[in-house]
């Protein structure tokens, strides 16, 4: 019912920069949480930031000095900018978003973007 449509992602030289984009559509009544997510071969999926409806940002030690989690609510859609890449970085990245989808009340419901894969060279 809800789909959410990453981009973004590709090759960067360490040191660079990418955006990543993630739109959400369907039958969405509001949005609430969304978070970025990633996955390095061999890793566990790690929870990379997270953005409120009304803000609140939290990211993890690993990227909170580099990457900034924002939100467009007028568009659904959420962006992870990242700066200063290093290799350490490459991974899948998916959005996840929570979402309300008839009322107020009919929430949580949960959904993940296909991927985007990150890859930094040096």
């Known amino acids: 019912q809800v789909q959410l449509v990453e981009s973004g992602g590709g090759l960067v030289q360490a040191g660079g920069s990418l955006r990543l984009s993630c739109v959400a559509s369907g039958r969405i009544f509001s949005i609430n949480d969304m978070k970025w997510y990633r996955q390095a071969p061999g890793m566990q999926r790690e929870l990379v930031a997270s953005?409120?409806?009304?803000?609140?940002?939290y990211s993890a030690d690993s990227v909170n000095e580099r990457f900034t989690i924002s939100r467009d609510n007028a568009k659904n859609t959420v962006y992870l900018q990242m700066n200063s890449l290093k290799p350490e970085d490459r991974a899948v990245y998916y959005c996840?978003?929570?979402?309300?989808?008839?009322?107020?009340?009919?929430?949580?419901?949960?959904?993940w973007g296909q991927g985007t894969q990150v890859t930094v060279s040096s």
């Open positions: 953005s409120t409806s009304t803000g609140i940002t």
């Open positions: 996840n978003v929570d979402v309300c989808v008839s009322s107020w009340y009919d929430c949580p419901h949960y959904f």
